[in-house]
């Protein structure tokens, strides 16, 4: 089955700076790539998602990219403001089958 | 106000006994999902449903049990052989099925083993 891999695991950075989370998948069928945020106590939401055939998206400050022939994908937040601040997650899936989550990224942005 | 909706959001069991969290969605979502969230860990599938009276098993199917008898309710009921049950629980819809689009979360439910 897929198996999707996140680093890092905890990330700070100024606010201000860009931060950068990878993510690799292991089954070249995936098709799918949703990013969710988590805020402390809160319900995950989704942030942005990429499908296999485009190899970027962007959204204000928040951008997506992925190489299907290594198989990885990252999240790219460029101006870090504090609330920012949050658990990020990443996920792979196959069209109507399981979607897999990586462990989890905890950025904290420093004012 | 549409959305999903977990109960209770704590919970304390006893060792050996079942409980069963709620998740009911207004959502008219077709697919609703059991995830277990432990930290370090991400989020694990335990079970899913496409579609009324059907659910398949995910990852860590293992001392769980769901029923799916209505398009809008997925409870899950933990089970006495489930062995660290302690967890956060989150249930999630989508309109179709996993890799279609946006997974919906409740607020999660967060049970602990006494």
């Known amino acids: 089955g897929e198996n999707v891999e996140q680093h890092p695991s905890t990330l700070s950075v100024q606010e201000g700076d860009s931060a950068v989370i990878k993510c690799t998948y292991s089954?070249?069928?995936?098709?799918?790539f949703p990013w969710y945020k988590q805020e402390l106590g809160k319900r995950p939401q989704l942030i942005i998602d990429?499908?296999?055939?485009?190899g970027e998206k962007k959204d204000q400050r928040i951008a997506v990219t992925l190489n299907k022939t290594a198989k990885h994908f990252s999240l790219h937040i460029t101006e870090t403001q504090p609330e920012d601040s949050a658990v990020y997650f990443c996920a792979a899936s196959i069209w109507n089958n399981d979607m897999r989550f990586g462990a989890g990224t905890r950025l904290t942005v420093k004012p | 106000d549409g959305g999903i909706t977990q109960s209770p959001k704590y919970l304390f069991r006893k060792e050996g006994q079942n409980v069963t969290l709620s998740c009911e969605q207004n959502l008219n979502h077709d697919a609703m999902y059991w995830y277990r969230q432990d930290p370090g860990q991400g989020l694990r599938l335990i079970y899913y449903?496409?579609?009324?009276?059907?659910?398949q098993k995910g990852d860590i199917a293992e001392g769980y049990s769901v029923s799916r008898e209505k398009k809008e309710s997925f409870p899950l009921t933990v089970t006495s052989a489930q062995k660290n049950p302690t967890a956060f629980y989150l249930c999630a819809s989508s309109i179709g099925g996993t890799g279609t689009g946006e997974l919906f979360f409740g607020e999660g439910s967060r049970l602990t083993v006494l």
């Open positions: 089954d070249s069928a995936s098709n799918y």
């Open positions: 449903s496409q579609i009324v009276n059907d659910f």
């Open positions: 990429i499908r296999s055939n485009v």
